[in-house]
């Protein structure tokens, strides 16, 4: 949900993985919460799009889409990994769930960064 990741706020179990000076350096605490600091939530911009419908904002440095395709046809899912291309800086991110997979024409203009967590890179 959007209006929790916007909260920015954690649980110390919930960042069990995250090094102790990432904590420190950005999160603040509260007993046994932890927020995101202000100066880093406000650099990110959280939306809620239609994937279909809506245009995307360009010169975008990161794009989940987490268990997505798996609903929709290949053409879509075509269709849309191009309009993620087009949203994405160069060198930007698209993360994908770990069912999903880069289709067609998309093999030639994304980049695999890392397989198992199907991380791909804009070339």
């Given at each position: 949900c959007l209006k929790a990741a916007d909260a920015a706020g954690y649980t110390k179990e919930?960042?069990?993985?995250?090094?102790?000076k990432y904590l420190k350096s950005s999160f603040t605490t509260s007993g046994k919460n932890f927020r995101v600091k202000e100066e880093i939530k406000n650099l990110v911009r959280?939306?809620?799009?239609?994937?279909?419908?809506?245009?995307?904002i360009e010169a975008t440095d990161v794009i989940l889409c987490r268990n997505v395709f798996i609903f929709?046809?290949?053409d879509l899912q075509e269709?849309?990994?191009?309009?993620?291309?087009?949203?994405?800086?160069?060198s930007g991110y698209l993360i994908l769930g770990t069912v999903e997979?880069?289709?067609g024409e998309?093999?030639?203009i994304f980049e695999e960064i890392?397989?198992?967590?199907?991380?791909?890179r804009k070339k």
């Open positions: 919930s960042l069990k993985n995250v090094d102790d959280l939306e809620s799009r239609d994937l279909i419908l809506d245009d995307f929709l046809e290949r269709q849309l990994l191009t309009k993620f291309y087009k949203s994405l800086k160069t997979m880069i289709l998309a093999k030639e890392d397989f198992k967590n199907r991380i791909f």
